[in-house]
């Protein structure tokens, strides 16, 4: 059985930083693309982040690039989104995600989904 856990989110203030945790059990987790996805309230999920299996390689959306960094540890099945400079626009429920290649996770071609944790940034 497949899972993705994830971890990290809490309430923060504006500008300032938290790291996300996936822990995923079940799959071979190296020879899958991960990625970040995020709902707001009352908005559809979209798209953050992904990396590569072997985390060489990653993509971004506009509205976090050079504030978040995604990477992964495949010796603990487990992938991280740092994310830097918050802001309010940046609440919302965090996903994670596996899928086979990086730039299918972008167009949100996924296998398995996390269940989700919450982020909040106060301003």
């Known amino acids: 059985q497949v899972q993705l856990v994830e971890s990290g989110g809490k309430l923060v203030e504006a500008g300032g930083s938290l790291r996300l945790s996936c822990a995923a059990s079940g799959l071979t987790f190296s020879a899958y693309a991960m990625g970040w996805f995020r709902q707001a309230p009352g908005k559809e999920r979209e798209f953050v982040a992904a990396i590569i299996w072997s985390g060489t390689s990653t993509s971004y959306s506009d509205p976090v690039k050079g504030r978040f960094t995604i990477s992964r540890d495949n010796t603990k099945n487990t992938v991280y989104l740092q994310m830097n400079s918050l802001k309010p626009e940046d609440t919302a429920v965090y996903y994670c995600?596996?899928?086979?290649?990086?730039?299918?996770?972008?167009?949100?071609?996924?296998?398995?989904w996390g269940q989700g944790t919450q982020v909040t940034v106060s301003s």
């Open positions: 995600a596996a899928g086979s290649t990086v730039n299918g996770v972008r167009r949100n071609q996924v296998t398995y």
